[in-house]
């Protein structure tokens, strides 16, 4: 059942709040070692929001979302209960505050069920860099559900959830949203607020949802996004309706919408089949009254060595606080104040996160800065132009997700390049701030596609109704892993 669908339900009186709550409890203890997709489940704290939400609906005081189960990545803070970042820095952490995004839809009602597993820090490309171990992909468990917020994926992918809170600074909400076969936002950067949600890169990371489909997405992201004095990056403006925005009807509901095919999408490094379920789409958009323009985004190859050198730069800040002194992870019996730096940060720290604060602080060093870190910047306002030449030419972007399905746990863990180029079409909309969808187009090999719509700044209306007009023409949002029906 879909989040709107519990939602009608609820309303209706089918079953209550702590009905729902305590029949997704029992499936989370009975599926969720399958998967490992979250660090840890919060029966209490559920049951405790479950039968105050009754009771409100019951007095006709309930918010919007009343009753409404969710998990958050573990990177959101959450009051009293440990929110690890996938880190065994922040094995023990428990926030004495909620983050804006929590207490935002803790007031519209939600219950939280459970932490969503991710890559530490938020740093990967396929979920397998988490102090708690590797999350495996509900259509296949021998492969990634893509990072890093790929237990929020898996989670809504194997019903275990309706919906999951996310965060995407490269394409970690709409990479995994499209290996697991589920609907994901990043909307527009600082459309959500960022407070509380622990930093990887502060310029590009951006806090969005997963969800069966994109009237869920719509139906939380509504309740997530406006402005917050608390986040200096937080944009101060009206947030659209998004739930009025799928309302079009009619047999073109998307009669005007130019959907821009870049040429550089379309190259050597995509899977052909992956490229055919791509153009598909456009063809059921175009069925719909949207007319197809090609358009092109020439900076796109540079976006993975500016991102990989903006984002570790950002990393190597932002985590420099954690020194076993002032957050985090502190060793035993330290000798002195370099062995109490140096050993709580190697044992604090995964792989993936050394690697990149490593490549970050080397780029921000004295003598290279101009070098690496400014001409990044320079590159960066590159790709965003690209982007503003593109809008003069259609109203949003089509392309695919990844140049790949799922692959194989362990298949890229001994090259990080070719990880990194997983990412290689959903970067450029982090360095330009732009908001993505990714959606359930296909099946290649028995494993699910996902399409990618890109739009201005604040277009998050659009690329939801879109989305949506598609998702009532097809059904691939619906198909669901035979394990976990």
């Keep these: 059942m879909t989040l709107t669908g519990m939602r009608d339900a609820l309303a209706a009186g089918d079953f209550s709040s702590v009905e729902l709550t305590d029949a997704l409890l029992e499936r989370i203890a009975a599926r969720e070692s399958e998967l490992n997709c979250f660090v840890r489940s919060c029966p209490e704290r559920a049951r405790a929001q479950a039968e105050a939400a009754d009771a409100a609906r019951a007095a006709g005081t309930g918010g919007p979302l009343c009753g409404l189960p969710v998990a958050h990545k573990d990177l959101f803070c959450t009051r009293d209960l440990i929110t690890s970042c996938g880190s065994r820095m922040l094995a023990d952490f428990a926030p004495p505050y909620d983050a804006t995004v929590v207490a935002k839809l803790d007031t519209a009602g939600t219950v939280t069920l459970a932490k969503a597993n991710m890559d530490e820090f938020a740093m990967g490309s396929s979920n397998e860099n988490s102090f708690f171990g590797p999350v495996r992909n509900p259509w296949d468990p021998d492969r990634v559900p893509g990072g890093s917020s790929g237990g929020s994926a898996a989670a809504v992918a194997a019903q275990l959830v309706p919906a999951a809170t996310a965060t995407d600074t490269g394409g970690s909400i709409r990479q995994p949203a499209a290996f697991c076969g589920v609907t994901g936002i990043k909307p527009t950067y600082g459309r959500v607020s960022r407070f509380g949600m622990v930093a990887f890169a502060s310029s590009l990371d951006q806090g969005g949802v997963v969800a069966r489909d994109a009237a869920d997405c719509a139906l939380v ?17 009206p947030v659209d309706d998004y739930l009025a925005a799928l309302a079009a009807t ?16 379309f190259s050597v490094e995509l899977d052909p089949a992956i490229g055919d379920r791509v153009v598909a789409v ?15 985004l020439p900076h796109l190859s540079l976006a993975l060595p500016a991102y990989y050198v903006v984002a570790p730069a ?20 330290p000798k002195d104040l370099l062995d109490l730096y140096t050993r709580s940060r190697a044992e ?13 602080t080397y780029a921000l060093s004295a003598g290279y800065f101009d070098a690496y870190y400014v001409k990044a910047q320079k590159v960066r306002r590159l790709i965003a132009n690209d982007f503003s030449e593109a809008w003069t030419h259609c109203d949003l972007i089509l392309g695919p997700v990844a140049p790949s399905t799922a692959f194989r746990l362990g298949e ?29 187009c296909g099946f290649v090999d028995g494993l699910p596609v996902g399409a990618q719509l890109l739009g201005p700044h604040f277009s998050e209306s659009r690329l939801l109704a879109t989305a949506h007009h598609y998702q009532q023409r097809t059904a691939w949002h619906l198909e669901r892993p035979a394990a976990f029906r």
């Design 282 to 296: 456009a063809t059921e958009l175009e069925a719909l009254g949207a007319t197809r323009v090609s358009v092109s």
């Design 412 to 440: 890229k863990s001994d090259d990080p390049v070719a990880m990194y180029l997983n990412d290689i079409y959903t970067l450029s909309a982090n360095l330009a701030g732009v908001p993505g969808l990714a959606m359930p």
């Design 250 to 265: 009619g047999d073109k509901p998307l009669e005007g919408v130019r959907i821009g095919l870049p040429e550089e999408y």
């Design 221 to 237: 992201l509504q309740h997530m996004a406006g402005f917050d004095p608390r986040d200096s990056t937080s944009i101060d403006r």
């Design 348 to 360: 604090g720290f995964g792989e993936e996160v050394k690697r990149r604060i490593l490549v970050g």
């Design 314 to 333: 950002e990393a190597s800040s932002n985590l420099s606080r954690f020194d076993g002194v002032r957050y985090g992870h502190r060793c035993d019996d």
